[in-house]
């Protein structure tokens, strides 16, 4: 008799699987189409009325009417108290657009005004210099503003979309491992599809593996579709470009399988499919709203925080953001995959005990 | 039946769920190449005796041996010369025939042409169709298709014929008999008498979990035409079926 494989076996359940996958409307809109609708509402939202945030150096002069006249226009707004070091930081990132520093002129009823810009928000920048530009030919001013020197950060322009792609991608890879993997193991159980298989000389493990690398499968293409997407329609930024978004496969890959963790515990524990979405949700959605998807969790108020920072799609988001925005590396990142694998084997020893075969 | 090799060994099994006894002390042989069929009313244990011999489920006493291999330590070899066809059992969402039968080449490791394997159930114009999409019959036909993949020495049917037409039925009887006639061993369950009558070579009736009467069906007629048996009426020479036949024609239609 010919030599048993398992291999042969696990790979044409996956192949199976994926094939199901692929002509299942509800994967197909929970992984791309959800995603990409927030991340079209949110591209396009991102512009909203024009704000230049202006940070006051330290050493600065404050009562001067430069200062004055610019808080005047309604325009800006200033940023003020804070070191030198922070604003720095803060304008790298462009959260502020340009660091302002005015000083009276030694000997002089004149002010000298530094301005720095930031590379991260040219458009603004620019917006402030012909701000500037117009106080120095005021006429009531000109006497007292003897020079304007100006000077640009180097800094990457942080959009919307490098704050919300990364973390659409997350709750796509949540919902694809949760309640694909439920609806799955649910219905190939009660359909009696998995004691048919078991009819065969299949492993349980080749089962189990066969879906995992579909539904992995499945997962990372619409990672991929949503990260290059995002990329070319909306700039999304990738520091290093094809070792970012490999980076982010990576991540996502580790994501899915945590999260498939979940969808096999509430597989074990739904009687019938019509469970499946509550129970689903109550997995989900807390993520979707906490986790930092759609706001930054420092925006939330201070108790709900430790809940967020309880929740396994935080760190998935926020290795996401580092990865890809700040151009961060797989080990730079260790804590976040550190605390996700341990969620993993949590998630992994109920599953054990919670799943069932028939 | 010539040769009377057994492939199949039930000694004394016994099957309990907590309170219940579903199976007991059931003992009988299949023999090679044989049409076996297993008789008897809804729950008495018809299935449960199928499922231990198909290493589906565990059994609380007894032995069984299928071609020389034993349920409690060679599973996965009996599961490799089987093949097996469950009542109600569904198929993998989404694929089609010829998808379906490659993954279960896959599942058994078996080298097959799906399209030969549609040819053999008379199934080839449904390559493409989804298996949710198929008539009742065709859906027994296609379950018998799985089960051939591994060129299994012992099918298990399970009340294939349930719920079809009686074209359908006796269509499913010839492939049935096909199958037998290239020597495979067929084990088969069913509610219909005259199914197993035509079909089979022996029959066991089971009743209460325990066989009460394991021979030719010929023999188990004549026995109790013996002991004084008389049916309440003439028998005609043909039955409403043969009407419905020859009315609507032996051509079955999906």
Not at chain 1, 158 to 174: E, N, R
Not at chain 2, 109 to 136: F, T, W
Not at chain 2, 178 to 198: C, L, P
Request: hydrophobic letters at 45%; glycine letters at 8%; proline letters at 3%.
């Amino acid at each position: 008799m010919k030599q048993y494989s398992n291999t042969k076996a696990t790979l044409a359940l996956a192949k199976a699987s994926f094939r199901s996958i692929m002509r299942s409307p509800s994967a197909v809109v929970f992984t791309l189409a959800f995603p990409l609708i927030f991340i079209l509402v949110f591209g396009f939202l991102g512009g909203g009325g024009t704000h230049i945030d202006v940070g006051i150096a330290p050493n600065s002069d404050v009562n001067n009417p430069v200062i004055g006249t610019l808080e005047k226009t309604g325009m800006i707004r200033l940023v003020k108290n804070k070191s030198q070091a922070d604003l720095t930081r803060l304008l790298e990132k462009g959260n502020v657009d340009a660091v302002i520093d005015v000083h009276r002129k030694i000997n002089s009823v004149a002010y000298s005004v530094n301005v720095a810009y930031t590379s991260a928000s040219r458009d603004k920048g620019g917006i402030l210099k012909s701000v500037l530009n117009n106080l120095f030919y005021d006429k009531q001013l000109k006497p007292s503003v003897a020079e304007i020197k100006e000077s640009t950060v180097e800094g990457r322009e942080y959009k919307t979309i490098d704050f919300i792609l990364p973390g659409q991608l997350g709750f796509s890879l949540l919902s694809t491992g949760v309640f694909g993997t439920a609806f799955v193991f649910l219905s190939l159980r009660q359909t009696l599809v998995i004691k048919r298989f078991f009819a065969t000389p299949v492993k349980r493990s080749s089962i189990v593996i066969g879906e995992g690398i579909a539904r992995i499968g499945f997962a990372l293409i619409g990672a991929l579709f949503i990260i290059l997407l995002g990329h070319f329609f909306f700039g999304f930024t990738l520091v290093h470009g094809a070792l970012t978004v490999l980076n982010m496969l990576i991540l996502a890959t580790l994501g899915v399988i945590v999260f498939m963790g979940f969808g096999f515990i509430i597989s074990g524990i739904a009687k019938n499919e019509s469970m499946v979405p509550p129970i689903s949700n109550i997995v989900t959605l807390p993520q979707f709203l906490l986790s930092g998807t759609f706001f930054s969790i420092e925006a939330f108020p201070s108790w709900l925080q430790p809940i967020s920072r309880a929740l396994p799609l935080t760190y998935l988001n926020d290795a996401m953001r580092k990865v890809a925005f700040e151009g961060q590396g797989l080990w730079d990142v260790k804590q976040q995959i550190l605390i996700l694998i341990i969620w993993g084997i949590g998630i992994y020893a109920v599953a054990v005990k919670v799943f069932k075969w028939e | 039946m010539e040769t009377k090799k057994a492939i199949i060994t039930v000694n004394n099994l016994v099957k309990k769920y907590d309170d219940f006894v579903a199976v007991q002390d059931l003992s009988f042989e299949v023999y090679e190449n044989e049409i076996f069929g297993l008789l008897g009313p809804n729950g008495a244990g018809k299935t449960t005796t199928l499922e231990i011999i198909e290493t589906l489920r565990d059994k609380t006493s007894g032995e069984i041996i299928v071609d020389g291999f034993s349920v409690d330590k060679q599973a996965q070899e009996i599961k490799q010369i089987i093949g097996v066809q469950l009542q109600a059992a569904g198929y993998y969402p989404n694929l089609n025939l010829v998808e379906l039968l490659e993954l279960f080449a896959g599942l058994y490791g078996a080298d097959i042409k799906p399209m030969e394997m549609l040819e053999k159930v008379n199934l080839q114009d449904k390559a493409k169709a989804r298996y949710k999409a198929l008539s009742g019959g065709q859906k027994q036909r296609f379950s018998i298709a799985t089960t051939l993949i591994n060129q299994p020495k012992i099918i298990f049917l399970d009340e294939p014929t349930t719920g079809l037409d009686p074209q359908a039925r006796r269509n499913l009887w010839d492939l049935i008999t096909d199958i037998r006639s290239n020597g495979t061993t067929v084990v088969i369950t069913t509610h219909y008498m005259d199914e197993a009558e035509q079909l089979c070579d022996r029959v066991a009736f089971v009743e209460r979990g325990q066989i009460i009467a394991l021979d030719t069906p010929d023999q188990l007629i004549d026995n109790l035409v013996n002991s004084g048996f008389e049916r309440k009426k003439e028998v005609k020479k043909a039955n409403l079926e043969d009407v419905f036949i020859h009315l609507t024609g032996k051509e079955w239609r999906e």
